[in-house]
């Protein structure tokens, strides 16, 4: 079964600077998907940025960015210029391209976004 | 409506006690999904619907928890007996395709407190 660990329960940032958050995940597939969700205190979880592994470009969003590294399983969020409403709780997920529609989360990296 | 609606946004019942919440989807979304988050965990994956059938209930803990989606729409999770390890946030979520990187939509999820 795939797994995906967030090694990071907490991290902060200083309003306007850059944070990484990261994920690993375990899988024995070629194709599959990985997202990034943002969940506020309002519980919604909500895409950022999502990545198709088949892809060698990481993906960008606006001020969100990847760092996707196949071969050593790594799916990195960059935050820049980071504001007070980036402040969340931040899963990464997988899911795979052919066995299951089902999204597979991490335990999630609570940011706290410091003015 | 624009996003997944959850009713109710909280329930509070007690042990033995049986339950219902209820999902109202992405006009249009085929797929559906049923997720629980316990506290300080990622959400974990109950079912999938495809249309009015489950494609995938392999992550329903036990025969306590039942859902159905008989017009495929709107979708309904159902727990018998309650037990206080059933208290979480059960979020529902919903997607155009219910496969590849098609995303998915989530609401804002029901807290259901067994006492």
């Known amino acids: 079964a795939q797994t995906v660990t967030q090694s990071q329960p907490e991290m902060s940032v200083q309003e306007a600077e850059t944070v990484t958050l990261s994920c690993t995940y375990d899988?024995?597939?070629?194709?599959?998907?990985l997202f990034w969700y943002k969940q506020p205190p309002s519980r919604q979880m909500i895409l950022v940025i999502r990545?198709?592994?088949?892809?060698?470009q990481n993906a960008t969003e606006n001020r969100f960015s990847v760092n996707f590294q196949k071969a050593a399983k790594s799916f990195s969020l960059k935050i820049s210029d980071s504001q007070l409403g980036d402040a969340a709780m931040y899963f990464c997920?997988?899911?795979?391209?052919?066995?299951?529609?089902?999204?597979?989360f991490g335990k999630g990296t609570k940011l706290t976004v410091n003015p | 409506g624009a996003g997944v609606s959850q009713t109710p946004s909280n329930k509070v019942t007690e042990k033995g006690k049986y339950v219902e919440l209820r999902c109202d989807p992405i006009?249009?979304?085929?797929?559906l999904y049923w997720y629980r988050q316990s506290l300080g965990q990622g959400p974990e994956f109950l079912i999938y619907?495809?249309?009015?059938?489950?494609?995938?209930d392999s992550g329903l803990p036990n025969d306590r928890f039942f859902a159905v989606r008989p017009e495929g729409s709107v979708s309904t999770l159902k727990i018998q007996r309650t037990e206080r390890g059933d208290s979480a946030v059960y979020l529902c979520?919903?997607?155009?395709?219910?496969?590849?990187?098609?995303?998915?939509?989530f609401g804002n999820g029901t807290r259901l407190t067994v006492t």
């Open positions: 990545q198709e592994a088949y892809k060698q």
């Open positions: 006009s249009g979304h085929t797929a």
């Open positions: 899988t024995s597939e070629s194709d599959y998907y």
């Open positions: 979520a919903s997607s155009l395709m219910g496969q590849g990187p098609s995303p998915l939509h």
């Open positions: 619907f495809q249309g009015t059938g489950a494609a995938d």
């Open positions: 997920a997988y899911r795979s391209a052919v066995r299951s529609e089902k999204l597979v």
